[in-house]
């Protein structure tokens, strides 16, 4: 055991919690290879999930330098393609991580209790989990609540984002902040060249959430959206979902853990430094719906507020602890994803001409400022963003820590059996493209697929299954499609590049900048 005086040192301490990328490397490496060899005493060599593939990397860090290299997604893709039966597992220093992918297999592990399996593995308890860095990062959310609580915070979620009534209540602000945001990329002349569209469709999408919770209508607005640029805000979000999918601030959690330099579940000295940004921009929004309320004294409560009274907290002052919450949650999820959907239908749009033909004749057939029409009556729209999430699944897989042993009754071999600790790994991108399950033309883009029910046959999870689905899907595809009709409406759009490849990082990215050309229809 590695003894105390280090922690002692403000040298080493700022080392370790600000070092040089060199240093970091060596000294994680390091650290890995103590840490591994100590706990590989414990495991000798008796095979963890018996009748299961398993990926075996180097002796001590197991398949370490695969996932430290080149991240989860590579290794997933490894353990997928050695697990035909669906489920295959690797040792990365002594934290077991099984993918599994069989679509029956997959469904179980989301219909696992909380108790039995979590996003965070058990409280308290240091897991390799990206929520646990989530946390760290932004502090509680839905996303790591268990227990009776969830159901109740559900609910409150559900009725806000996911009910028809409250997201036709929220159409017309959508609408008017899509057509401002469209109108800014040309800045009053008939043409512009966009270098990267990726931003302007994130700023959208903050700006949605700006005016929807708080009631602050300027947020990006005015921004001169001819260049790449993202703003403060988008460059805090951005660094809080690169981090959370990162295997570093895990490696170097555990590190700081091993020498006592950080309480178990508590934030780091730079998570904590990036906590106080996301609190300035929270104080930032906060202030506007004061504001907004002042100057709106008879309006509807806006959208936070509605949270709040729903959680138990008052119309006006301090938001309730749920409400809160959800201010922090909202700078990670529901901007970036609702932004790749609309960068990723471009893409696909400029590439599949007569798909944006028949989406034209569609978008013309009916009022695409009204809640109805685009909510139900465009299946055209429908089938287009059903293809493009199946294909570019922004969210591209999750993870289950398990918590107590249990069995997946669904495998095809022996009953598998899960021990505490263990890291379940799910490929949505995997299930959505691989040719068993949606034909040989599993990577083309083809929403016709989606038109009629056939693909109910086939496994489709863009938003998550089971009791910990996705509580805000409605909001998303709503902000997402009346974003894209109106860029469409806007605008004649010629995506610059045809060889947009993914990028599966914490979400599913394009490699590179999405340029395009937007002439303003006559
Ligand atoms: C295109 C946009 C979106 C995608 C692709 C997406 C995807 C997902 C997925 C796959 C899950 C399940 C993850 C798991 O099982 O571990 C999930 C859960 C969740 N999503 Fe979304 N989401 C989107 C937008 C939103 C929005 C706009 C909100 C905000 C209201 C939201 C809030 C949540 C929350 C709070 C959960 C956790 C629910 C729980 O634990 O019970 N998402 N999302």
Redesign the pocket.
Known sequence: MVTAPAVTSEAFYRLVTDPSPSLLVTAVLGALIVLGFLSFKSRGSEKVLPGVPELKGIPILGAAPIYLKHGMPELLGRLIAMGPDGISYANVVDNILVSVHDPDMVKEV?SFPDDVAS?EGAEGKMSWSPFWTLRRLIGN???N?VGPE?SH??NV?IR??NKDKANAEKVETIVRIAQTHADALTCDVDSADIPDIRYSADNSAIAFWGETLYGNPHRHASLPQTRPVGGKVLELSEHIITLAGNPWPSVWYSFQLFFMMVTPGEPTRSEAALRLKVGKVVEGNVTKLEEYERNNPEAPLKTICNLSVMSGGAKTGPLSKFASE?TN??LF??RH??G??VTWSLIELDKHPECLTKLMAEIHSVDTTDFTSVNSKMPYLDAIIMEL?RLH???HA???VVNKETRLTSSKRIPVVLKPGMLIYLS?FYLHTAEKFWGSNSMEFDPQRFVGGDWKESPF?????????????K???L??KVYLVTLLKTYKLDVRDHDHEMKLGTLLETQKPVAVKVTRRG
């Open positions: 989301h996003r959310s839905l996303f609540y969830v915070q559900r979620f806000e984002f959800f949650l909202n999820g529901g994803s609702i790749l959907n999430n699944p922004t969210v999750t993870v289950r949505y999870m863009s938003f998550g299954y089971g009791p910990r689905n996705c509580v805000g899907y909001f998303a595809v902000a997402a």
